[in-house]
């Protein structure tokens, strides 16, 4: 249903600070951006990852006269 996993719902212009890494079940990287702005494929050395998987992420930001955020979350790769 979606190409691309990627945030919407945030004012990235207020960004001071972003870091997003995504890892597969066994904890290996594969895929970080600095970019609010990302768009993640699903590709992990330009080949798609593995379908029916879930996949972790972890945000770190900060919002211009904000503290640091952690934010956790799953993506399911169908």
Do not use: H
């Not at 001071?16 to 768009?39: A, H, L």
């Not at 992990?44 to 879930?54: A, C, L």
């Amino acid at each position: 249903l979606n190409d691309y996993f990627s945030l919407t719902q945030f004012n990235a212009d207020q960004m001071v600070e972003f870091n997003i890494v995504i890892f597969n079940r066994w904890g290996q990287k594969i895929f970080e951006s600095n970019d609010p702005y990302f768009k993640w494929d699903g590709k992990f050395n330009n080949e798609m990852v593995m379908k029916n998987q879930t996949y972790q992420y972890l945000i770190i930001c900060r919002i211009n006269g904000k503290g640091a955020q952690m934010i956790k979350g799953i993506i399911s790769v169908l």
